[in-house]
C-alpha cells in the first residue's frame, strides 16, 4: 500500500471542484501500480486537481458534487489499443477458423456486401456501449469510414483514436491507395482539435500495403504527429509468405522503410525472433497484444514476457468482434497474465500490476497519449472507472489489483468517467438508449443471416 503524502503535499489553500470521488481504494498506476486506502479524486474543468485523504477533505477541497464509491476500487479507464469497432455487427459470424480462411470465405466477402457508413456508425455505437460498460474509455480503431466510426465515438462519450486506414485493394471507403490517404487525411482534419477523437495512419499489413504506400505513411505521420497502427507478425503463415515472396521477413522489410519507431504501435506480433525483440527495443516500438484473439484464430502468441524484459512496452488490445468475440479489457487482462506464465513456466512472468499497467498506462504510452491519460496523476485528464466490490465474488481481499485482474467481472464496473464527464452511472450507459441500441443490433443481425452464410 502507498501513503498519500506526495501526492498532496505543496496544496496550501483550499481546491475548488467541480466534483470528488471518495474510494475505498485508488489505485493509482502512476509512479507505480500501487493502492491508496480511504482516498479521494477531486476534478476540476474535467482534470485531476487533488488526490487526498478522504477523512478531513473538507479542509482541502471545496467541491460542487460528491461521490460515493467507498465500496469501489478507483482506477484509470482501460485503454483499447486494437478494435475493429463495426466488426461488433459481425460477432459470432464465422467462428472457429484460421486467419486467413476467415477473412478471404467470410469477413472480406461479408464487408464488401455490408460496408457502408449506417453499418460503421451503427457497429460503432455498439462497440462503445460495450466497451464503456466494460470499463473502457479509450480505444483505438482500425476500419473503414473512420468519420463515422469518429462520430458515434463522439456521441457515446468514449475517447478514440480513429484509423486512417489503407489497404491495397478498394472497398466501399477508397478505391485506391491516393483515395485512401486523402480521405483519411480529411477525417484527420476535420477531427484535428477534438477533445476526444484523436487519428492514426492505419496500413492494414505488410502482405496488403506496397511499399510506395509505406513509405508515404512514414513521412505523412512524420508531418501530421501521429502514431502508426498496423497488423504485423500475426501468423506465422504471413512471416512464411513474406520469406517467399520477398527473401525477408516483414520486420526487416518495414525497418528498410523506415518504420519501426516509437511511433509504430504493432499489432499481435505472434513471431518473433530474439534479434527482432531487440531491434523493437531499440526502435522504441510498441506492441498491441491481443491475447483471445490470438487464440481464438490460433494465430500464435507473443513472447510478451521476453517483450518487456527487453524493455518494449506492451499494451493490450481486444480485437474485433468477429475474432474475440467481446471487447472485454478485464478478461484481456487476466487471460495475458495467464498465458504468459503458462508459456514460460514461471508463475511471475506477467504478475498483476504489470497486466492492469498494459491495459492502462501502457496503451495510453501506445497511443502517444501518456501525457493526458493512462494513470490517476495531477493534471491528467480524469478518465475513470470504479470497480463496485459490493460483491462476494470479490471477497475476502487481501490485494485489490490481483482481485482485479483476476477475479473481477466486466458487470462491477459500475461508474465509468471520460475527462470528468460520467458516462457510466450505476451500470448503464447514459448518452444511449440501450433498447434501441439492441434493437439496432437485432436488425443489422436479421438482415445479414438472410443475405447467406458470408452476408
Known amino acids: 500500500m502507498l501513503t498519500c503524502g506526495p501526492l498532496f503535499r505543496g496544496l496550501t489553500r483550499v481546491q475548488h471542484a467541480d466534483q470528488i470521488i471518495h474510494a475505498r481504494w485508488v489505485i493509482t498506476v502512476e509512479p507505480a501500480v500501487g493502492t491508496l486506502v480511504d482516498h479521494s479524486v477531486a476534478i476540476e474543468h474535467g482534470r485531476i486537481v487533488a488526490i487526498l485523504p478522504t477523512a478531513g477533505w473538507q479542509q482541502r477541497v471545496r467541491a460542487d458534487r460528491e461521490v460515493d464509491c467507498r465500496r469501489h476500487a478507483l482506477l484509470p479507464g482501460f485503454v483499447n489499443t486494437h478494435t475493429h469497432a463495426a466488426m461488433s455487427l459481425f460477432r459470432g459470424m464465422a467462428d472457429d477458423l484460421p486467419l486467413m480462411r476467415w477473412l478471404q470465405e467470410h469477413i472480406w466477402p461479408a464487408e464488401a456486401r455490408w460496408l457502408a457508413p449506417d453499418f460503421v456508425r451503427d457497429g460503432t455505437r455498439l462497440a462503445a456501449w460495450e466497451m464503456l460498460r466494460g470499463g473502457t474509455t479509450c480505444c483505438n480503431d482500425m476500419y473503414m469510414f473512420p468519420d463515422e466510426a469518429a462520430a458515434a465515438a463522439s456521441e457515446l462519450g468514449i475517447r478514440a483514436m480513429v484509423g486512417m486506414i489503407v489497404i ?9 491507395t491516393r483515395e485512401y490517404l486523402r480521405k483519411g487525411q480529411e477525417v484527420h482534419d476535420r477531427y484535428r482539435d477534438h477533445p476526444f477523437i484523436h487519428t492514426a495512419f492505419a496500413p492494414h499489413a505488410p502482405y496488403t500495403v506496397d511499399d510506395a504506400a509505406l513509405r508515404e505513411i512514414v513521412v505523412l505521420a512524420e508531418e501530421l504527429d501521429v502514431p502508426i497502427h498496423m497488423h504485423v507478425h500475426e501468423t506465422a503463415q504471413e512471416v512464411a509468405e513474406a520469406l517467399a515472396r520477398d527473401g525477408q521477413r516483414p520486420l526487416a522489410r518495414l525497418a528498410a522503410l523506415g518504420l519501426l519507431s516509437p511511433r509504430l504501435l504493432a499489432v499481435h506480433m505472434t513471431q518473433l525472433l530474439p534479434a527482432e525483440i531487440e531491434a523493437l527495443s531499440h526502435a522504441g516500438v510498441s506492441i498491441a497484444h491481443c491475447p483471445e484473439s490470438n487464440l481464438k484464430l490460433a494465430s500464435g502468441i507473443a513472447p510478451i514476457a521476453a517483450l518487456m524484459a527487453a524493455g518494449v512496452n506492451c499494451a493490450l488490445g481486444t480485437d474485433g468482434c468477429a475474432s474475440n468475440n467481446d471487447l472485454d479489457m478485464l478478461a484481456e487482462m487476466r487471460t495475458a497474465a495467464l498465458l504468459a506464465k503458462g508459456i514460460t513456466g514461471d ?5 498483476a500490476a504489470a497486466a492492469l499497467q498494459m491495459a492502462t498506462l501502457n496503451g495510453a504510452r501506445a497511443l502517444g497519449l501518456d501525457h493526458e ?5 495531477q493534471g491528467k485528464q480524469a478518465d ?5 466490490f459490493d460483491d462476494p465474488r470479490l471477497w475476502p481481499v487481501y490485494d485489490p489489483v490481483a482481485q482485479i485482474v483476476y477475479a473481477a467481472q466486466r458487470d462491477n464496473v459500475s461508474e465509468v468517467w471520460v475527462a470528468g464527464r460520467q458516462v457510466v452511472s450505476g451500470g448503464e450507459v447514459m448518452l444511449v438508449d440501450r433498447r434501441e441500441l439492441l434493437a439496432n443490433a437485432m436488425r443489422w443481425g436479421d438482415r445479414i443471416r438472410g443475405s447467406g452464410p458470408t452476408g
Open 373 to 377: 491519460i493512462g494513470s490517476i496523476k
Open 384 to 388: 475513470l472507472i470504479a470497480i463496485d
Open 347 to 351: 508463475a511471475e512472468a506477467l504478475p
Open 168 to 176: 491495397g485493394f478498394p472497398t466501399a471507403w477508397a478505391q485506391d
